[in-house]
């Protein structure tokens, strides 16, 4: 009897071992190895306090792009649109994305906001902050310009004030149009539309010039539209971390669309400090279905161990390391940092113009990696990588799987809970505009290969995680 006792003992203490090692090799196993000398921390800047209240109004009706379509037209082409912010005046039937303003002469006049790129419907709901993934870059929108340009001149006339208000942003329409179309609808072409609008400005005092002044290459390099309820923690602005200094002073850079000088870029810049207040308030969507939390709990060990180094904690202490990964450690599709580094004209326009003055001084630095971003409401920002490559996590995770040629189906409620990611299908060729080809130049989908040594059911476990962050 005392023999059975000892040996269902010893039986018991080699299994729990046994079951030790298991685990510590798993544990290993579900453990990557990141060269710490190739993680560049990114320095925080000073910035400037605002009113977040003042911000949301800003965004939703402010001026400042400066110059826009006469109102009357603007309404005869589109019809009235669901009052989607409860906008009252001027912007009352107006879409959400366009905001109705007086011009400096007094005449209403409608142009682009900024939810043109930052706002998205997923599962019948519009998110303010949330990068617009139907954005329609693919066509040269020169054809509709030259039709405006018509259709004001003919019911105005080009020495009336209407034409005076709508003039400098058919002008700048005009240039940058036919340099910013791309492959497939969803991706952005920002990067380049900034390089565009200060070859035609000069530095010191943003008026327009007509002549291109700066080299800017043809290419057209693509990006996804990161959230902006992660921007908060960050410490430079981009992908590539590129942007520094004053986040309000680089954010306003897209009303080089259509101000005439520094007077109304320090206008529109003393009211961005309440636009990125609002942006700072903020709150990343919550996962809408049910959590497996027992997996989740699962899922957090795994991150903790594979992602938390880069992409920081979460939870009731929450941790961000802002560092940026080394081209040659992420090995992603280069194209963006090199588009940086190859907009040098640019960048020395913009570091030696009214955007790098004190105060709140903002510069562009390009950086050798791409920033590893925070994770904040992961699950709502498919498709991932910096260019929009991958279509849902599951294929981030794992490489392998990752379609070459993808094209989403359904409309905005076709989102796959489970591998967060919209519902796709695989080409065997690029079919139209909607199909994302990853074998074009930027548009690559290779790199973070984090995920691979992972297995099924431990993607699996990370990927329930993911779902509470």
Same mark, same amino acid.
């Given at each position: $009897?005392?023999?059975?006792?000892?040996?269902?003992?010893?039986?018991?203490?080699?299994?729990?071992?046994?079951?030790?090692?298991?685990?510590?090799?798993?544990?290993?196993?579900? /453990?990557?190895?990141?060269?710490?000398?190739?993680?560049?921390?990114?320095?925080?800047?000073?910035?400037?306090?605002?009113?977040?209240?003042?911000?949301?109004?800003?965004?939703?009706?402010?001026?400042?792009?400066?110059?826009?379509?006469?109102?009357?037209?603007?309404?005869?082409?589109?019809?009235?649109?669901?009052?989607?912010?409860?906008?009252?005046?001027?912007?009352?039937?107006?879409?959400?994305?366009?905001?109705?303003?007086?011009?400096?002469?007094? @005449?209403?006049? @409608?142009?682009?906001?900024?939810?043109?790129?930052?706002?998205?419907?997923?599962?019948?709901?519009?998110?303010?902050?949330? #990068?617009?993934?139907?954005?329609?870059?693919?066509?040269?929108?020169?054809? &509709?310009?030259? !039709?405006? %340009?018509?259709?004001?001149?003919?019911?105005?006339?080009?020495?009336?004030?209407?034409?005076?208000?709508?003039?400098?942003?058919?002008?700048?329409?005009?240039?940058?149009?036919?340099?910013?179309?791309?492959?497939? !609808?969803?991706?952005?072409?920002?990067?380049?539309?900034?390089?565009?609008?200060?070859?035609?400005?000069?530095?010191?005092?943003?008026?327009? &010039?007509?002549?291109?002044?700066?080299?800017? +290459?043809?290419?057209?390099?693509?990006?996804?539209?990161?959230?902006?309820?992660?921007?908060?923690?960050?410490?430079? $602005?981009?992908?590539?971390?590129?942007?520094?200094?004053?986040?309000?002073?680089?954010? $306003?850079?897209?009303?080089?669309?259509?101000?005439?000088?520094?007077?109304?870029?320090?206008?529109?810049?003393?009211?961005?400090?309440?636009?990125?207040?609002?942006?700072?308030?903020?709150?990343? +969507?919550?996962?809408?279905?049910?959590?497996?939390?027992?997996?989740?709990?699962?899922?957090?060990?795994?991150?903790?161990?594979?992602?938390?180094?880069?992409?920081?904690?979460?939870?009731?202490?929450?941790?961000? +390391?802002?560092?940026? !990964?080394?081209?040659?450690?992420?090995?992603?599709?280069?194209?963006?940092?090199?588009?940086?580094?190859?907009?040098?004209?640019?960048?020395?326009?913009?570091?030696?113009?009214?955007?790098? /003055?004190?105060?709140?001084?903002?510069?562009?630095?390009?950086? +050798?990696?791409?920033?590893?971003?925070?994770? %904040?409401?992961?699950?709502?920002?498919?498709?991932?990588?910096?260019? #929009?490559?991958?279509?849902?996590?599951?294929?981030?995770?794992?490489?392998?799987?990752?379609?070459?040629?993808?094209?989403?189906?359904?409309?905005?409620?076709?989102?796959?809970?489970?591998?967060?990611?919209?519902?796709?299908?695989?080409?065997?060729?690029?079919?139209?505009?909607?199909?994302?080809?990853?074998?074009?130049? #930027?548009? #690559?989908?290779?790199?973070?290969?984090?995920?691979?040594?992972?297995?099924?059911?431990?993607? %699996?476990?990370?990927?329930?995680? $993911?779902?509470?962050?």
């Amino acid at each position: $009897m005392k023999n059975s006792i000892l040996f269902s003992i010893l039986l018991l203490l080699i299994l729990v071992a046994c079951e030790d090692e298991i685990s510590s090799t798993m544990g290993e196993e579900a /453990q990557i190895n990141i060269d710490s000398s190739k993680l560049y921390p990114m320095q925080p800047s000073i910035q400037r306090e605002g009113s977040a209240e003042v911000g949301w109004n800003t965004l939703i009706n402010g001026d400042y792009i400066g110059s826009g379509i006469p109102i009357d037209i603007f309404k005869t082409a589109f019809p009235t649109a669901e009052n989607t912010w409860n906008r009252t005046g001027l912007n009352e039937g107006i879409p959400h994305d366009f905001n109705a303003f007086n011009a400096e002469n007094g @005449v209403a006049v @409608v142009a682009p906001n900024c939810f043109q790129c930052h706002s998205s419907t997923l599962n019948g709901e519009l998110i303010p902050g949330l #990068g617009n993934i139907t954005s329609d870059f693919t066509v040269d929108q020169s054809g &509709i310009n030259l !039709v405006l %340009d018509q259709l004001v001149s003919a019911t105005y006339t080009q020495n009336s004030p209407e034409w005076e208000a709508y003039f400098p942003f058919s002008q700048a329409t005009a240039v940058t149009a036919p340099q910013l179309q791309t492959s497939t !609808v969803g991706v952005n072409p920002a990067d380049k539309l900034a390089a565009v609008l200060g070859a035609h400005r000069n530095p010191e005092t943003l008026e327009w &010039i007509d002549q291109d002044l700066l080299d800017i +290459p043809e290419e057209v390099v693509p990006t996804d539209v990161p959230p902006w309820w992660i921007l908060k923690k960050k410490n430079r $602005m981009f992908y590539t971390a590129v942007g520094q200094g004053d986040f309000a002073r680089i954010s $306003m850079a897209s009303s080089l669309l259509a101000i005439q000088d520094t007077v109304q870029a320090r206008k529109i810049d003393n009211s961005f400090a309440d636009v990125i207040a609002y942006i700072n308030s903020l709150e990343a +969507p919550i996962y809408p279905e049910e959590i497996n939390q027992l997996l989740a709990e699962e899922g957090k060990a795994l991150f903790l161990n594979n992602c938390a180094s880069c992409h920081g904690t979460y939870g009731d202490t929450e941790t961000y +390391p802002n560092l940026l !990964v080394d081209i040659s450690e992420i090995k992603t599709d280069p194209a963006l940092i090199e588009a940086n580094f190859g907009y040098t004209r640019f960048t020395d326009w913009y570091n030696e113009s009214w955007f790098a /003055q004190e105060p709140h001084a903002a510069r562009l630095q390009p950086e +050798p990696g791409y920033i590893a971003p925070p994770l %904040d409401g992961i699950w709502a920002t498919a498709p991932y990588l910096h260019n #929009g490559s991958v279509p849902d996590m599951e294929t981030l995770l794992n490489s392998e799987s990752r379609p070459l040629i993808w094209r989403r189906v359904g409309n905005t409620s076709n989102y796959n809970y489970q591998n967060l990611g919209w519902e796709y299908e695989s080409l065997t060729s690029k079919e139209d505009k909607f199909s994302y080809d990853t074998q074009l130049p #930027g548009y #690559g989908n290779q790199g973070h290969y984090f995920g691979d040594h992972l297995n099924e059911s431990q993607r %699996d476990a990370l990927i329930e995680y $993911m779902k509470t962050l």
